[in-house]
């Protein structure tokens, strides 16, 4: 189980590596709730891995992909299977509300997320999200991510009292809990980008690479967390000094078997996450009580009165007990949370006097508030001075949080069970092997509650109106129901498409195939494992009697030069468009090495300027290649100018430089940096090809609107391109450049020349270009690969 589940469950048996196929069920034997929710689990272990299988981690069926985010009218025109009047409604409710979300199915990491109707993005049933004015972000040109934040949540006959629908509780067992339930919750989220970005590359990276949509997202908003905790249990201390006095063995003293829940409750985020609370309860946090009302005493004491207060004293509360007050929003909205001390309790009246600061809260019966008894106050932690402590809960049971794990971190929510038996005196906590052989807890990631992400929507506000690059996966067959006009040698065919066909491709009228040459890298001011000239011995005659580790040497000096005087220069052998240069698709990496933290990264925040070529020279390069160090002639670049205004928006060259304060940074006084790393996002960098033009460019007035005229349906299908009903025209400059969404090609559209002109995107190839290196071939035309270069310092 991986939710947020609090029942009053004896334990959790399901173990994916197990790979258990079913529970059977024995006769004239126990039956236990954990062998019931194994096999759920395994169910929808199945079920949910076949999605994922079919969709991968998000994805949504072609005929009913749900969860759109909607914020133009040009959306709700492309939306098939609605009536007019039916999108005049949603245009109202788009002018109205705000922003919309489409019905429809959507899976992520295989769960299925249902949305039945249209709905505001403000009204979501699960999620009360802070107002955004969709007029501010139109005209501020904010940048937003629109995100889909989905996770289970636990239920039960409290949380499921609605006065219009049949609850799970049946009344007439006159008040005995039966089964809870798990309930999926989605929540569509914004997430604020910077407005510097290429929003279309943005947009692209993040539909098909989910490790920089969680990249994007940000550790914060990540749950679960990566943090782990080991629990055992421990002799009791004796006096050392007393010889009378015999100390047990390693065991639970506890005189019931329980199933314990050790939560984290509070994360300071002004320390670095570094210091953090805990809380622990003996069943699971299962002990709960409904609200029925509130009175505020004072500033720091809330009178309630319950539903009950339990059926015996160890499902009851007592004065010095520990509470949380919870109802919907505060789970749902992810509420700071707080702690409360029991004072007094009137067991006649089902009143409790609480110490601490309710925030004079009003609850609201249909949000279902209600109080959760904890075992434990806040347990407060210091990650940097944690170094292998036991944190003691009770009995002998103790936890340690695993804090010098690099890079993990903690959330608040994530929890753990620790099941322990009276039979063995022991918890039941998975164990490993050490190097003497003896059994040790093992460390274990949270139990929940996990939450599951996927991308929806970039949002670019735009003064005339708010531009949505769609980010969801659309998967099934394509509908080619529709008779398909086919022109060829002046006569028009009709062709009837079968099921599971696809029409015929019309070729051009030619002889000659034309074969389309990537764009890739023929130049640059340094090469591929280049031992740095500066740094070499200008004793050239007696440089093979210089120490080896002398010769590698980088002086301080010899690297500032290098990167402030020419800069790292790359020639490319086709223009590409300048606006795709950017510190997102060019970056520079500097390797160290440190003795205690190992191997480290520095990203070296580069300025990116567009150049031309002045001057190339031979020059001799050392090289690292194995353990040889060799000398080879190669064509270096060694001058530039800067890029005059006739470029119109391309250039064949760029120059990478650092801006003027960071030569003086102390990165670049570090003595033991080895290599440098430059890396070129093959699918980030553009070029335009020409696929066709028209010289009767009249179809500029619906172009303005948005509208993709029949006309130039027709001519991209004489071409051979196939427009989908879902296509989306985007005014890049007006009257002069469009840009055309279809099925996740994008198409140039523009005026030049008196000719409207369709041109493809094509990206870079990040084919390698230096000798003494094997050549590893990327890129297929449309996506490009990477190109990447390696300037060693140092062996």
């Not at 069926?61 to 949603?90: A, R, T």
């Not at 009709?494 to 030619?510: A, F, R």
């Not at 650092?658 to 003595?671: E, G, H, I, L, R």
Request: glycine share 6%.
């Amino acid at each position: 189980m991986q939710g947020e589940f609090r029942g009053d469950f004896t334990r959790d048996t399901y173990d994916k590596s197990k790979h258990f196929l079913r529970v059977l069920m024995q006769q004239g034997r126990v039956q236990l709730d954990a062998d019931f929710n194994e096999q759920t689990s395994i169910l929808l272990n199945r079920l949910q891995t076949l999605a994922k299988d079919v969709f991968g981690l998000q994805g949504g069926p072609e005929e009913n992909c749900g969860f759109e985010f909607i914020g133009n009218e040009e959306q709700i025109n492309n939306i098939n299977n609605l009536k007019e009047e039916e999108k005049q409604k949603l245009k109202q409710m788009l002018q109205s509300q705000g922003y919309l979300i489409s019905k429809g199915n959507y899976y992520v990491n295989g769960i299925l997320c249902e949305n039945d109707e249209f709905i505001s993005y403000s009204q979501q049933p699960d999620f009360i999200p802070e107002p955004i004015d969709p007029c501010k972000v139109q005209l501020n040109g904010t940048t937003y991510l629109a995100y889909l934040d989905v996770w289970e949540r636990h239920i039960t006959s409290i949380e499921d009292r609605d006065d219009l629908k049949i609850n799970i509780r049946e009344v007439a067992l006159g008040g005995a809990d039966t089964a809870t339930r798990s309930k999926l919750v989605w929540q569509v989220k914004l997430k604020q980008l910077k407005d510097n970005q290429d929003i279309e590359t943005v947009a692209k990276q993040v539909t098909k690479d989910h490790d920089y949509f969680r990249s994007v997202l940000g550790q914060e908003l990540l749950k679960s967390g990566e943090g782990k905790i080991i629990a055992r249990v421990t002799k009791p201390s004796s006096g050392i000094n007393d010889p009378c006095i015999i100390p047990f063995n390693s065991k639970f003293r506890g005189t019931e078997n329980h199933l314990y829940r050790a939560e984290i409750f509070t994360i300071n985020p002004d320390d670095n996450k570094n210091k953090l609370s805990f809380v622990w309860s003996r069943e699971n946090s299962s002990i709960i009580f409904p609200i029925v009302t509130s009175t505020s005493i004072n500033s720091s004491a809330i009178a309630l009165n319950l539903e009950y207060l339990g059926k015996d004293k160890d499902s009851s509360l007592s004065a010095g007990d520990w509470v949380e007050i919870i109802d919907d929003d505060y789970i749902l909205q992810n509420s700071d949370r707080q702690l409360l001390k029991v004072e007094q309790v009137d067991r006649i009246e089902n009143q409790v006097i609480l110490s601490g600061d309710g925030k004079n809260k009003i609850f609201l019966k249909e949000k279902h508030p209600l109080l959760r008894r904890w075992d434990s106050g806040e347990v407060k932690v210091n990650l940097s001075d944690v170094n292998h402590k036991w944190f003691p809960l009770e009995d002998g049971i103790e936890i340690q949080l695993q804090a010098d794990t690099q890079n993990s971190f903690y959330q608040v929510g994530d929890y753990w069970l620790i099941p322990v038996r009276t039979a063995t005196g022991n918890v039941e906590w998975p164990k490993r092997k050490n190097e003497e052989g003896k059994l040790e807890p093992q460390p274990q990631s949270p139990h929940g509650t996990n939450h599951y992400y996927a991308p929806l929507a970039i949002i670019l506000g735009n003064p005339n109106k708010v531009i949505v690059h769609d980010c969801r996966t659309k998967i099934g067959k394509k509908d080619n129901s529709t008779p398909v006009e086919i022109k060829k040698d002046n006569n028009t065919q009709i062709y009837e498409p079968q099921q599971n066909s696809t029409p015929p491709i019309p070729q051009k009228e030619t002889t000659t195939q034309i074969i389309k040459e990537f764009n890739s890298i023929i130049n640059a001011s340094w090469h591929h494992d280049q031992v740095l000239e500066a740094t070499i011995s200008k004793q050239e005659e007696n440089s093979s009697n210089i120490p080896e580790d002398q010769l590698f040497n980088l002086k301080s000096q010899d690297l500032r030069n290098f990167f402030t005087k020419l800069g790292l220069v790359i020639q490319f052998k086709k223009p590409v468009r300048i606006d795709s240069l950017h510190k997102s698709s060019v970056s520079v990496l500097a390797h160290t090495d440190n003795v205690f933290r190992g191997e480290v990264f520095y990203i070296l925040p580069m300025i990116v300027e567009p150049v031309q070529v002045k001057k190339v020279e031979t020059k001799s390069i050392r090289w690292a290649i194995g353990n040889n160090v060799l000398d080879r002639n190669v064509n270096i670049i060694t001058e530039v100018e800067a890029l005059t205004n006739e470029s119109n928006g391309y250039t064949k060259a760029v120059r990478l430089i650092t801006p003027d304060d960071w030569p003086q940074k102390a990165v670049f006084n570090q003595s033991n940096i080895y290599q440098f790393t430059v890396l070129l996002r093959g699918d980030w960098i553009m070029n335009e090809e020409p696929l066709f033009d028209n010289v009767n460019f009249d179809l500029q007035g619906d172009l303005n609107k948005g509208i993709i005229p029949d006309r130039l349906r027709q001519q991209c299908q004489e071409n051979g391109i196939f427009l989908s009903k879902n296509s989306i025209l985007v005014t890049e400059k007006e009257n002069l450049k469009w840009r055309l969404l279809n099925e996740g090609k994008i198409y140039i559209i523009k005026i030049d020349n008196m000719k409207l002109t369709v041109s493809n995107i094509q990206a870079l190839d990040g084919n390698n270009l230096w000798p003494g290196v094997p050549e590893r071939f990327s890129g297929n035309g449309s996506e490009g690969g990477d190109w990447v270069s390696i300037i060693h310092i140092k062996t």
